[in-house]
């Protein structure tokens, strides 16, 4: 048994969001991300009820931790949330925003030629 498998080997899994967050380690982005410079990510799993998937109830929280084979367990989704704020004014939002701006401004001046 390793550090930190408390119900054996395999992939813990919660019911509970908050409970996932928690294992959840922030981890640094490129320079120019979108979504800031620290993100966290938790995968929304698909699990196959199968004899060797054990499961424990928190008794605080009445959530249920899964211990899962790899081979029962399919993501369906990624969350991904950021820590940091991120750069409001990228270069991407800014040749977004030019574009728009000259698309108004022709409109305009097609409609005072007519």
């Known amino acids: 048994m390793k550090n930190g498998q408390m119900l054996g080997h395999g992939v813990y899994l919660s019911d509970d969001l908050n409970i996932s967050k928690s294992y959840a380690h922030s981890t640094n982005s490129w320079k120019h991300s979108c979504?800031?410079?620290?993100?966290?990510?938790?995968?929304?799993?698909?699990?196959?009820?199968?004899?060797?998937?054990?499961?424990?109830?928190?008794s605080k929280t009445r959530s249920q931790v899964f211990v899962v084979p790899e081979n029962y367990v399919r993501v369906q989704q990624v969350l991904v949330w950021s820590e940091t704020e991120a750069h409001f004014w990228s270069p991407f939002l800014i040749v977004v925003v030019l574009y728009f701006l000259i698309l108004v401004a022709s409109r305009y001046s097609r409609s005072l030629k007519t």
């Open 35 to 58: 979504i800031g410079r620290k993100f966290r990510c938790v995968a929304v799993c698909e699990i196959v009820m199968h004899p060797q998937v054990q499961t424990q109830q928190d």
